[in-house]
């Protein structure tokens, strides 16, 4: 272990993020995806950097204004990683639109789905994009000329801007020659055109042709020189100091007024912009060259994301299934008796999240319940759970909601559910100030004939019936004792005070869940020593803890077998000879968005096997409520196994596998010998709708 210094140990988290994102980037290259679900691939992987740029980036360069920027863990000072992530990051985007301009896009058009081109419009198609410009566009735009009295506008995070080089005077005698004009996020992006117009089953206008096509109306009497669309990213992340407030919704309140105006760390600029219009915009926005990002297509590409919904084209698009429903709900569909005879395990999206629905909605109506508490973290804008929530309370039910208001993106809309919440009559706390709570947590307590009983809910995902179409998840409803007990005290430790008591079942951050990690690899490791088995196989989205990753570096010499699926950021090197040989890391990328938070334990045959809603990094360990909950039951912990794990070892269709430098390679199948696990599992699951 001496032999290896611990930038050797730690791989970058940034860097990482990108790999990831190379990852996402290759399934729309993959011929084998459809071809409207390529174009979301391309949108995906847009909309991931955003948040890159929104956070990690703008963290880094708060670090490397500071006068001590030190090396992290992983060996990077902030400055040097900043000039490599740009390197690799213009790399990763020109890629990124080169498949959109020589792949998606040509192939889009070969199937009747075309994007038409302001050169290649005839007179009809000339006619509709003036009246639709006149008629939709014009009146809500407000073009900005520069000068004293109107200074460089403040430009929202994200939105489609326009740069107008302008020639001559206007009636008042300007001359600032150059205006901005900001697209109001009211209107839409993309525009369907008339098929009698397009010529085509499924044609469309971008916002920006439109605008580029008519924009000398805006400026009467000048000469429209060049028109050039750009876009600012800014830092996004809110700076409320929890330490020091009385009242966190008021103070996030305030903050979320400023986000939009965030200091700016990227500007993406159409490829023809030219350099002294750059120039003066990176003046703007106090940016340096290596922020800038040309781009040969349109700025806004995650406003793409919308064609696939626009285009009545099934064959485009991945098969639709239904959700599998579990049997004995479908024997026994009152919640309440279905889970009083054993625990149910659910397997999203490849089974529906409708029993979870049922369940809190049955709770609402069931005059015999008598209290509901759950935890939000993501719910949506739009939340049939939520309601039912309000429902239960206006019913007069002890109804008490832990709403965490520092979901990142997520903040406004808990905060209009915590009011509607409050107006009902529920109980709404905010958790414990300087931890966010992420456990996922739903009990209601019920009156029966021997007394009071807990049921309860608790997931690997959030409560929001939109993401559960798409995120990989386990969900346990159970009737359990003791983790309903223990359930209960963690709900007792977010709404009231005093010290954490010993758990039963479950495994909470931030008191014992990390400690019980180490605890169950050094476990293994002594198992090892003592010539048995030690076997480790875990599931998550990230890796990043450095005392966890040098437990398993010591098991991995001990010859503890290690099997690590992690869909996104891994800090850990496999494969380092003396060091982590016996780790192996891979990456699954497909359909679904990989979500699943799977521990296991060999423990000599025993088979520790738990569920969580954290990944196995330092927020989640230390600076969040989690918990990690058991499958007690035999059948279901097969089920787990096997569903959750051993389908994604065996997978050599979609599997990335992690080299030492931490890049990947793409896993190769045999034609005709591809095993996809998602496909697996929506065969044995879901229900085909064909």
Same mark, same amino acid.
């Given at each position: 272990?001496?032999?290896?210094? $611990?930038?050797? &140990?730690?791989?970058?988290?940034?860097?990482?993020?990108?790999?990831?994102?190379?990852?996402?980037?290759?399934?729309?290259?993959?011929?084998?995806?459809?071809?409207?679900?390529?174009?979301?691939?391309?949108?995906?992987?847009?909309?991931?950097?955003?948040?890159?740029?929104?956070?990690?980036?703008?963290?880094?360069?708060?670090?490397?204004?500071?006068?001590?920027?030190?090396?992290?863990?992983?060996?990077?000072?902030?400055?040097?990683?900043?000039?490599?992530?740009?390197?690799?990051? &213009?790399?990763?985007?020109?890629?990124?639109?080169?498949?959109?301009?020589?792949?998606?896009?040509?192939?889009?058009?070969?199937?009747?789905?075309?994007?038409?081109?302001?050169?290649?419009?005839?007179?009809?198609?000339?006619?509709?994009?003036?009246?639709?410009?006149?008629?939709?566009?014009?009146?809500?735009?407000?073009?900005?000329?520069?000068?004293?009295?109107?200074?460089?506008?403040?430009?929202?995070?994200?939105?489609?801007?326009?740069?107008?080089?302008?020639?001559?005077?206007?009636?008042?005698?300007?001359?600032?020659?150059?205006?901005?004009?900001?697209?109001?996020?009211?209107?839409?992006?993309?525009?369907?055109?008339?098929?009698?117009?397009?010529?085509?089953?499924?044609?469309?206008?971008?916002?920006?042709?439109?605008?580029?096509?008519?924009?000398?109306?805006?400026?009467? +009497?000048?000469?429209?020189?060049?028109?050039?669309?750009?876009?600012?990213?800014?830092?996004?992340?809110?700076?409320?100091?929890?330490?020091?407030?009385?009242? *966190?919704?008021?103070?996030?309140?305030?903050?979320?007024?400023?986000?939009?105006?965030?200091?700016?760390?990227?500007?993406?600029? @159409?490829?023809?912009?030219?350099?002294?219009?750059?120039?003066?915009? *990176?003046?703007?926005?106090?940016?340096?060259?290596?922020?800038?990002?040309?781009?040969?297509?349109?700025?806004?590409?995650?406003?793409?994301?919308?064609?696939?919904?626009?285009?009545?084209?099934?064959?485009?698009?991945?098969?639709?299934?239904?959700?599998?429903?579990?049997?004995?709900?479908?024997?026994?569909?009152?919640?309440?008796?279905?889970?009083?005879?054993?625990?149910?395990?659910?397997?999203?999206?490849?089974?529906?999240?409708?029993?979870?629905?049922?369940?809190?909605?049955?709770?609402?109506?069931?005059?015999?319940?008598?209290?509901?508490?759950?935890?939000?973290?993501?719910?949506?804008?739009?939340?049939?759970?939520?309601?039912?929530?309000?429902?239960?309370?206006?019913?007069?039910?002890?109804?008490?909601?832990?709403?965490?208001?520092?979901?990142?993106?997520?903040?406004?809309?808990?905060?209009?559910?915590?009011?509607?919440?409050?107006?009902?009559?529920?109980?709404?706390?905010?958790?414990?100030?300087?931890?966010?709570?992420?456990?996922?947590?739903?009990?209601?307590?019920?009156?029966?004939?021997?007394?009071?009983?807990?049921?309860?809910?608790?997931?690997?995902?959030?409560?929001?019936?939109?993401?559960?179409?798409?995120?990989?998840?386990?969900?346990? *409803?159970?009737?359990?004792?003791?983790?309903?007990?223990?359930?209960?005290?963690?709900?007792?430790?977010?709404?009231?005070?005093?010290?954490?008591?010993?758990?039963?079942? *479950?495994?909470?951050?931030?008191?014992?869940?990390?400690?019980?990690?180490?605890?169950?690899?050094?476990?293994?490791?002594?198992?090892?020593?003592?010539?048995?088995?030690?076997?480790?196989?875990?599931?998550?989205?990230?890796?990043?803890?450095?005392?966890?990753?040098? @437990?398993?570096?010591?098991?991995?010499?001990?010859?503890?077998?290690?099997?690590?699926?992690?869909?996104?950021?891994?800090?850990?090197?496999?494969?380092?000879?003396?060091?982590?040989?016996?780790?192996?890391?891979?990456?699954?990328?497909?359909?679904?968005?990989?979500?699943?938070?799977?521990?296991?334990?060999?423990?000599?045959?025993?088979?520790?096997?738990?569920?969580?809603?954290?990944?196995?990094?330092?927020?989640?360990?230390?600076?969040?409520?989690?918990?990690?909950?058991?499958?007690?039951? @035999?059948?279901?912990? $097969?089920?787990?196994?096997?569903? +959750?794990?051993?389908?994604?070892?065996?997978?050599?269709?979609?599997?990335?596998?992690?080299?030492?430098?931490?890049?990947?390679?793409?896993?190769?199948?045999?034609?005709?010998?591809?095993?996809?696990?998602?496909?697996?599992?929506?065969?044995?699951?879901?229900?085909?709708?064909?």
């Amino acid at each position: 272990m001496t032999s290896h210094s $611990r930038s050797e &140990h730690l791989l970058n988290r940034e860097l990482g993020l990108i790999e990831f994102n190379r990852r996402v980037l290759a399934q729309a290259e993959d011929v084998d995806n459809p071809l409207l679900e390529r174009l979301k691939f391309l949108c995906i992987v847009s909309s991931n950097l955003d948040e890159l740029f929104e956070v990690r980036v703008a963290g880094l360069k708060q670090r490397a204004r500071l006068a001590n920027d030190v090396a992290g863990q992983d060996g990077y000072r902030a400055t040097e990683l900043l000039d490599v992530l740009s390197e690799r990051l &213009h790399n990763l985007i020109a890629h990124q639109y080169k498949v959109l301009r020589e792949e998606v896009l040509p192939a889009l058009s070969a199937e009747g789905v075309q994007f038409l081109r302001r050169p290649t419009w005839n007179e009809a198609q000339q006619a509709w994009v003036k009246d639709y410009f006149f008629r939709e566009v014009m009146p809500v735009l407000t073009p900005i000329g520069l000068d004293p009295s109107h200074p460089f506008p403040r430009v929202l995070n994200k939105s489609l801007n326009f740069a107008v080089e302008l020639e001559g005077r206007d009636a008042f005698g300007r001359n600032s020659g150059i205006a901005i004009v900001q697209a109001p996020r009211a209107l839409p992006r993309i525009i369907p055109v008339p098929s009698e117009i397009s010529g085509v089953p499924n044609g469309f206008v971008f916002l920006s042709s439109i605008l580029h096509a008519h924009v000398n109306e805006l400026f009467s +009497g000048m000469s429209v020189l060049g028109c050039f669309q750009f876009r600012a990213t800014r830092d996004a992340d809110l700076a409320v100091d929890e330490e020091d407030l009385t009242d *966190l919704r008021e103070a996030l309140q305030d903050e979320l007024s400023h986000r939009q105006f965030g200091e700016a760390v990227r500007l993406e600029i @159409a490829d023809n912009c030219p350099e002294h219009i750059e120039q003066f915009l *990176l003046e703007q926005f106090k940016l340096s060259q290596k922020d800038i990002y040309r781009v040969d297509g349109p700025v806004n590409l995650v406003r793409m994301m919308q064609v696939p919904d626009l285009v009545d084209r099934p064959d485009l698009k991945f098969a639709p299934f239904r959700a599998g429903y579990p049997t004995i709900l479908q024997k026994r569909p009152d919640s309440f008796e279905a889970i009083a005879k054993g625990d149910i395990l659910l397997h999203h999206p490849f089974q529906s999240f409708s029993p979870v629905i049922s369940f809190l909605q049955q709770a609402a109506s069931d005059p015999q319940v008598v209290a509901i508490k759950m935890t939000v973290y993501r719910t949506g804008t739009d939340s049939v759970l939520m309601e039912a929530l309000i429902e239960a309370a206006k019913r007069g039910k002890e109804v008490t909601v832990v709403v965490e208001l520092m979901a990142r993106f997520d903040e406004e809309a808990n905060i209009n559910w915590a009011d509607r919440l409050e107006d009902a009559g529920a109980h709404v706390v905010y958790g414990v100030v300087g931890y966010k709570t992420h456990a996922k947590m739903l009990m209601v307590v019920r009156r029966e004939s021997k007394g009071l009983r807990r049921y309860v809910h608790l997931g690997t995902g959030n409560y929001h019936p939109r993401t559960t179409k798409f995120y990989t998840d386990f969900g346990l *409803l159970t009737a359990n004792e003791e983790i309903g007990a223990d359930v209960a005290d963690v709900f007792t430790q977010l709404t009231g005070l005093g010290k954490a008591g010993k758990l039963r079942a *479950l495994w909470q951050s931030p008191f014992s869940l990390q400690p019980q990690l180490i605890k169950s690899i050094e476990n293994e490791i002594r198992i090892a020593k003592a010539g048995r088995k030690g076997r480790i196989i875990a599931k998550m989205n990230a890796l990043l803890e450095p005392q966890v990753i040098e @437990a398993l570096y010591q098991a991995s010499q001990a010859g503890v077998e290690v099997d690590l699926i992690i869909r996104g950021v891994c800090a850990l090197r496999p494969g380092v000879e003396g060091l982590s040989d016996n780790i192996r890391v891979r990456s699954i990328v497909g359909r679904f968005l990989e979500h699943t938070r799977i521990f296991y334990f060999h423990n000599d045959k025993q088979e520790t096997l738990m569920l969580s809603s954290a990944d196995w990094m330092h927020r989640n360990l230390f600076r969040r409520i989690e918990v990690a909950f058991p499958i007690l039951d @035999a059948k279901l912990k $097969r089920r787990v196994i096997r569903e +959750g794990l051993m389908v994604y070892l065996n997978d050599n269709r979609q599997t990335w596998e992690m080299q030492k430098d931490g890049f990947y390679r793409q896993r190769p199948a045999r034609k005709g010998h591809e095993r996809l696990a998602q496909r697996i599992l929506l065969s044995e699951l879901a229900e085909s709708t064909n």
